[in-house]
């Protein structure tokens, strides 16, 4: 009984999001530069156990997509930000996981992406909040103009034409 109630509070924010309008924008003015400068320098494994920080992949525009492998709108969307991430080489794309890196390795054998994967694991909920997602809701993207300036923010499943708009303005 305690197991399932553990299993429910880490659904919930999920849920929460789920309820959201997909792809809803919002206000990147609740974002502490403090939060941008931690993410950025926060060594995360990738699968391969090779660290990586984020700021690594801001030589160009950015999508940093917080996700798991246990939600069900994070699985949704992956076929569209790979899309996205083929049609747009100009663009970097990153999968930053709330997840284990064996659970990773299995849903990779069912969905790949050609974009990285790292492993950031449960903690990263809390560092979500700290960049603006109150709930702690899946997915969460961040967008990045080149350099690392905040551009925009979305919590819950990216609407595949919006991001592309987006990623429109920040690689002309």
């Not at 659904?11 to 502490?32: T, Y």
């Not at 941008?36 to 801001?58: I, K, W």
């Not at 997509?65 to 080489?89: G, I, S």
């Amino acid at each position: 009984m305690l197991k399932m109630a553990g299993v429910l509070l880490l659904l919930l924010p999920g849920a929460r999001a789920l309820a959201m309008k997909a792809g809803s924008s919002s206000d990147i003015a609740d974002v502490s530069e403090e939060a941008l400068a931690n993410l950025f320098d926060l060594s995360v494994p990738d699968m391969s156990g090779q660290a990586h920080t984020v700021r690594e992949y801001t030589n160009k525009p950015l999508v940093l997509n917080f996700w798991a492998t246990w939600c069900p709108p994070c699985v949704k969307e992956m076929p569209d930000l790979e899309a996205l991430h083929q049609a747009y080489p100009q663009v970097n794309f990153v999968g930053f996981a709330a997840d284990t890196e064996r659970n990773m390795r299995k849903f990779e054998e069912k969905v790949t992406v050609s974009y990285p994967l790292l492993v950031a694991g449960m903690g990263s909920i809390g560092l979500m909040k700290k960049l603006g997602n109150k709930t702690g809701g899946l997915p969460f993207t961040l967008i990045f103009e080149t350099g690392g300036k905040l551009s925009h923010k979305i919590l819950g499943q990216v609407e595949k034409d919006e991001l592309e708009q987006i990623l429109k303005t920040l690689s002309s």
